[in-house]
């Protein structure tokens, strides 16, 4: 059997610049105030280090990921890989991506990889509800950055 990956993305623009984006996404212990669709992220974000993912994938269907940090650059990109149940059946490799837009404007960019033996079975189904809740993350993000003096927003 071909193991093709399955990929999806979502994307945003924020109106503030990378800093104030980079310094929300990556303030895990604030998560659960305002992320509907990461609620606990704990450890620190470090290259080969492990950190511990709580997620609710729009639909109702609840996941504990422990992925590896492939990389990080500071305001530019974090990556990790993650695998459910074990490697090399259904693993999906994470890359947020925070691209300048001029005017103080920041695109993020939320993706994600699936490959393993499962993905032609699992894929669509774990991807189309992963699209939206990265899509549900992006929007609270936005509100988050742009609006920081509103109250905080529990996730959905």
Request: include cysteine.
């Amino acid at each position: 059997m071909k193991n093709n990956p399955y990929r999806i993305n979502a994307e945003i623009v924020i109106e503030r610049p990378v800093d104030k984006v980079w310094e929300v996404l990556t303030d895990f212990s604030k998560y659960p105030a305002w992320n509907p669709f990461i609620r606990t992220a704990k450890g620190k974000l470090q290259k080969n280090g492990k950190i511990f993912i709580f997620l609710t994938i729009p639909g109702g269907l609840v996941m504990l990921l422990r992925p590896r940090i492939l990389e990080v650059k500071e305001c530019d990109e974090i990556r990790w890989i993650g695998s459910f149940p074990v490697q090399g059946l259904f693993d999906g490799e994470h890359v947020f991506r925070l691209l300048p837009e001029g005017g103080d404007k920041t695109r993020l960019v939320q993706q994600e990889e699936f490959r393993g033996m499962l993905v032609p079975y699992l894929g669509k189904i774990i991807g189309r509800g992963a699209e939206r809740g990265f899509e549900a993350m992006n929007e609270a993000l936005k509100i988050r950055v742009e609006y920081p003096d509103h109250s905080s927003r529990k996730g959905r």
